[in-house]
Structure formats: structure tokens, C-alpha cells
């Protein structure tokens, strides 16, 4: 019989402990305060280690702490061996830590336990991060804090609703900005979990309709509105993706998750 303790809510700081701990405490010690400001229900903060260096953090002040060994054992192709130093090859231990982190944040989905995941990183630890987190579906609020913010964030990002917040300054110690930028990111995320939580108490109760997926350019604005308007008084929800960039992909991605029905 499972523990009530293995089912209280859960939010995953995420990042790499070897060369980023002092970073990842502020923005889990950012979290946590925010999320006792704004709610009176327990969510626990849990630190997840994805260091790709042959460095181990063991444990990081009273936090629960899951260390990269923990990770790295959710890799689940068990014909590759995954040596203890990862890989001297950089990309190749990116590859195997975010895939592990990908089945781990899976695992904490299946078990109905994982509400919000937040990372921080440069553009290797972007990279690492940000393919576990798009995996998740719609709606788990998932943000990061990155250097990459303001360069071409669709390779990040893709279809998913991941949220990169600009660090400003690199992230490298806790200074005058990354002080801001961090208690923000904190902030703005704590208030993500605690509204997410309570609109799928709301969405339980709400009667779900069937939706359709639409495409629109702006020259076919007027038709698609003519047609939503008629949908919606059949009882029909819908929703319109810009035909271009990745509105289509989208869409796919949407029909795929279940939120458009194929009728």
C-alpha cells in the first residue's frame, strides 16, 4: 500500500549540481518560500542533481535531493552500458542524463505526484534540461532560467509551453542581478503551481467538449471565425493555430496529447 507521504505534490528544481549548487539552492530556497507565501497546501521541493561531470553532490542542505546516480538509473535502454563518469564525450553525457531525466520526470507523472518542474543552466545545461521538461504535457507548469533566453529558443522550446526566463548575466554565482532574476523566476513559477492546482480542481468538475483543431493565415481570419462561431453553438471547442512557424506541428503534437479528438 502506498505511502501518503509518496503522494504529496511535488515541484523538481532541476540542474547541474557540480558547477551550479549555489545557484540551484537560491532558486529551490526562491521556490519553496513562495510557495508557502502563496498557498496553504504542502507541496514539497525536491533538488534534482543532472551533473554530467565526474563531481558527486550528495546532498544540499535540508532539501530532499535526488542524486545524478538516482537519474541515471532511469535510463531505460539497459543494452547500453552507462559508464560512472557518464562520458568524456560532452554531447554524448548530455544525451544520456536527459534522456534518464526524461523517464525519471515520467515515473513522478505516472504517480500522479509531479506539479511543476524548474531548472537553470547555460546553453549545455539548457539543452539537457529543456528536452525532459517539453516531454511533459500541456499544462505542468515547467520553466527555466537560461542564458540562451534571447537567441532562437524553438529548438528548446518546440510545442511545448516551456517558459525560458532571460538570466541576464551568465549563470555563475549569486550577485546583484542573479539575485532579482532568480527570486522572479521563483516567484513567477510558485504562482504557476499553486493556479495550476487549482484549475485541475476546477477542470474535474467542468463538463469536457469535444474540440477541433483549425489552421488560419490572416487573409482567412473572416472564414475561420465564421466557422469557429458556428462550432461552438454545435457544442464544439476549438482551436486555431497560426499556419505558419510551428502552428502546424502544434497541432499534431495536440492531436497526439488527446486535447483535438479525430472524429
Known amino acids: 500500500m502506498a505511502n501518503d507521504q509518496d503522494k504529496i505534490p511535488r515541484v523538481f528544481c532541476v540542474g547541474t549540481a557540480d558547477t551550479k549548487l549555489e545557484e540551484l539552492q537560491f532558486l529551490s530556497e526562491s521556490v519553496r518560500f513562495n510557495l508557502t507565501s502563496f498557498s496553504s497546501s504542502q507541496v514539497e521541493v525536491v533538488v534534482v542533481d543532472v551533473s554530467v561531470g565526474q563531481k558527486e553532490t550528495q546532498s544540499l542542505q535540508d532539501f530532499k535531493f535526488v542524486k545524478r546516480n538516482e537519474v541515471l538509473s532511469f535510463y531505460s535502454e539497459s543494452a547500453v552500458k552507462i559508464p560512472i563518469g557518464l562520458d568524456d564525450d560532452r554531447g554524448k553525457a548530455i544525451g544520456f542524463m536527459s534522456k534518464s531525466l526524461q523517464h525519471f520526470l515520467k515515473k513522478a507523472v505516472d504517480d500522479q505526484v509531479l506539479v511543476g518542474v524548474i531548472g537553470l543552466g547555460g546553453s549545455g545545461g539548457t539543452s539537457l534540461i529543456s528536452s525532459a521538461f517539453r516531454s511533459l504535457p500541456i499544462g505542468i507548469p515547467k520553466v527555466i532560467v537560461s542564458t ?7 529548438p528548446y522550446i518546440g510545442t511545448s509551453d516551456l517558459i525560458l526566463i532571460p538570466s541576464v548575466v551568465d549563470v555563475c554565482g549569486i550577485n546583484s542581478v542573479s539575485r532579482v532574476v532568480f ?5 513567477a513559477f510558485s504562482g504557476m503551481v499553486v ?3 487549482a484549475q485541475s480542481r476546477d477542470l474535474k468538475t467542468s463538463e469536457q467538449k469535444c474540440t477541433v483543431g483549425m489552421t488560419m493565415f490572416g487573409v482567412t481570419t473572416p472564414c475561420v471565425n465564421a466557422v469557429k462561431e458556428r462550432l461552438e453553438k454545435e457544442g464544439y471547442e476549438t482551436l486555431v493555430f497560426h499556419a505558419t512557424g510551428v502552428g502546424g506541428s502544434a497541432m499534431e503534437f495536440l492531436v497526439k496529447e488527446g486535447f483535438i479528438q479525430v472524429f
Open 148 to 154: 540562451v533566453s534571447s537567441g532562437q529558443t524553438q
Open 195 to 197: 493556479g495550476s492546482l
Open 183 to 187: 527570486s522572479n523566476a521563483g516567484a
